[in-house]
């Protein structure tokens, strides 16, 4: 079965850091792209980075440039994301998903999701 | 503020038909494919459409999408009171070197 498994999320103050990781199974991981994406409280969804197969190119949305660092293992079949300098913005659910097709980055399999509240 | 237009909200009854909008930019829908997600409330994101047009293993063919331009449509057909859900539509910008979403619709079936 294709799974998904994030972890790493809680509560943190703002200026911390936290590292969420996202355990893959069921599938060839390091021929995927693999992609981070949140959701705020009530609102919709914001891509927040990709990385490729290889883990040697990787995206950013701009409002988490120089904060957030995605990384992958495929020996281990897990995606990570660093996240630096936490904003209250940054509250979220986080999702992994992996990508499909890097013609068309559809995203095909997602996690659960894990919580990030950053608050004082 | 999304790159990507929706409607905010659309509604219709059981077995209608029911078409959700997708405006976008030459960097983004004018240039690559766009995707639809389905998404219920406190559950994951689930793709729907890909690549305009295509819709992953087991999801119904009431669901079909189409690309004209700079936007996008995803249609529902023949309305079932289960298809009531928030959707995202979703491409590639080349501009902004990531994927924009919509700002999502809520689809509400009377």
């Known amino acids: 079965e294709v799974q998904l498994l994030e972890s790493g999320g809680g509560l943190v103050q703002p200026g911390g850091s936290l590292r969420l990781s996202c355990a893959a199974s069921g599938f060839m991981f390091s021929s995927y792209d693999m992609t981070w994406v949140r959701q705020a409280p009530g609102k919709g969804l914001e891509w927040v980075s990709s990385?490729?197969?290889?883990?040697?190119?990787?995206y950013y949305v701009d409002s988490v440039k120089g904060r957030f660092t995605i990384s992958r293992d495929n020996s281990k079949t897990t995606l990570y994301v660093q996240m630096n300098s936490l904003r209250v913005e940054d509250t979220a659910v986080y999702y992994c998903?992996?990508?499909?097709?890097?013609?068309?980055?559809?995203?095909?399999?997602w996690g659960q999701g894990t919580t990030v509240t950053v608050s004082s | 503020q999304s790159v990507l237009t929706q409607p905010p909200s659309a509604s219709g009854t059981p077995g209608q038909r029911v078409t959700i909008s997708c405006s976008g930019s030459s960097s983004n829908i004018g240039t690559n494919t766009a995707n639809w997600y389905q998404q219920f409330p406190g559950t994951a994101p689930k793709l729907l459409i890909y690549s305009n047009n295509q819709r992953p293993s087991g999801v119904p063919d009431r669901f079909s999408g189409s690309k004209s331009g700079t936007s996008a449509s995803l249609a529902i057909s023949g309305l079932q009171s289960e298809d009531g859900a928030d959707y995202y539509c979703?491409?590639?910008?080349?501009?902004?070197?990531?994927?924009?979403f919509g700002g999502g619709t809520k689809l509400t079936v009377l």
């Open positions: 979703a491409a590639w910008d080349d501009r902004l070197n990531g994927v924009i």
């Open positions: 998903a992996k990508v499909s097709s890097s013609v068309h980055y559809g995203m095909d399999v």
């Open positions: 990385i490729s197969g290889s883990g040697g190119i990787t």
